[in-house]
C-alpha cells in the first residue's frame, strides 16, 4: 500500500511539473501573444534546448511585435485626446518583451535582435504629457471649482508622465487653490460660566476633528482666529450652537415592598427543638435619575450670498442612575439581592460640568459624521 501512495504521489507530482512547464503553445492559439511569449522565455530558461519553446517564442514574438505596432499605428490615427496613452502602453509591451528575451541566451538563439522602441515611448510619454496638460488648460480657464479639481488631477497625471515638464507644478498649485473650498468653524458660544470649560473641550474635540480631517483634500477647515491670522476669505461658515441645554434634571423614584417567608426558624422549644413561622419585612427601593440633555444647531452658509447651504439639528441625551434601598422588619424575609441593596448608600452625582460633557458625546459622534458625509464628495 505504501508504495502504491508513492507512485501516486509521483504522478501527481510529474503532472504538475509538466503542466507548470508549458511552452506557450496553447496561449499562441489562444492569440495572447504576450503570454505565449513570455511562457515560452520561462520554459528555455529551464530547458534551453526544447524545440517546441523555441517554435512558439519565435513565432509569437513576430505576431506580438506586429499586434503591437499595428495598435499603435490605430492609436495615432484616432481623434481620442489620450491616445499617446495607449501608445505608450503599446510601446512598453514590446520593450518589456524584448527585455525578456534579452535575459534568456537560448532565446536568442531565433530571436537574436528583439525590437526595443525607447526614443518612441519617450517621445510617446511627452505627446501623453502635452495633451493631459493642454486639458488641464482648458479646464483650469473655465474658472469654476468643479473645473479646478479636473485640471489639478490632468496636472497631476502630467507630473507622473513628465515630473518637470514646463511649469505644470505651477498650474497644478494654480488649480488646487482654485478648487477648495474654505470653511471657517465659529466657536461655540456657551451662556454660562458654570459650563464654560465643558464648552470649551468639546469646542476643542471639534478643532481636532477639523485639523486632522483629510478624507477630501479639496476642503479646509479653519478656526476663525487661523482664518484672521491668515487674511483668509472663506467660502463658507460654519457655525455651532446650542438652541437649549438642560444640565441635572434629578427625578428620585420610590417603590415598595412588603415582603413574607415562611418556614423559617423563630425560636426554639424547651427540648431546643426549632419553632417554624413567618418573617416579615418592609422594602423601600429608591432610584435616582438624573437627566442631562441639549440640542446643537449645525449651519453652514455661503460667505457671499450667506444663503444657508445646510442646516441640521443634534440632540443629545445622558441620564445618570444610582439606586439603593432600605427595609424595616425582619432582615430574614430579603432575599441575597435585596439585603446588599440595603448596604448600599447614595451615591454622590457627577458634577455638572461632567454631566454637560456625557451629553454632548452623542452630539459630536452624530455631528463628525454628518460633517464628514456632507464634505467628503464635495
Known sequence: MKNISRLRYFIYLSLTIIGGCTTGKKALQKGDYDASVLKAVSRLQNSPKNSEALSVLQTAYNYALQDHLRRIEESKVTNDLYKWE??????????????EINSCPACLTVVPNPSKYIKELD???YNAATAR????????????RQSAKKAYYEFEKVQNLQAN??????????AYWMAVTRVVVQPIFVNSRLYKLSGDYFQQQID??????????????????????QKIVPDQ????????????????KERVERLKRDSIVIGETRERKPIYGTVKATLSIFEKNISSSGLLDMTISDWQSKKIVRQQKFPGTYIWTDSWASYKGD?????????????????????????FLEFT??????????????????
Open 331 to 355: 432582615d430574614r424575609a430579603l432575599s441575597k439581592q435585596q439585603l446588599a441593596m440595603t448596604r448600599r448608600r447614595e451615591v454622590v452625582p457627577p458634577p455638572p460640568e461632567a454631566l
Open 123 to 125: 517621445e510617446s510619454k
Open 165 to 174: 515638464y514646463k511649469d505644470v507644478k505651477a498650474k497644478m498649485d494654480d
Open 208 to 229: 481636532g476633528f477639523m485639523s486632522d480631517y483629510s478624507r477630501n483634500k479639496f476642503v479646509l477647515f479653519y478656526s476663525e482666529q487661523q482664518a484672521s491670522k
Open 237 to 252: 461658515v460654519l457655525s455651532l450652537n446650542f438652541d437649549d441645554f438642560i444640565v441635572g434634571q434629578t427625578y428620585v
Open 133 to 144: 496638460y493642454n486639458s488641464g488648460i482648458q479646464y483650469l480657464n473655465a474658472n469654476n
Open 361 to 378: 458625546k452623542p452630539i459630536y459622534n452624530d455631528l463628525v459624521n454628518s460633517i464628514s458625509y456632507f464634505y467628503n464628495n464635495h
Open 86 to 99: 495607449a501608445v505608450m502602453y503599446d510601446y512598453h509591451k514590446i520593450n518589456q518583451l524584448a527585455e
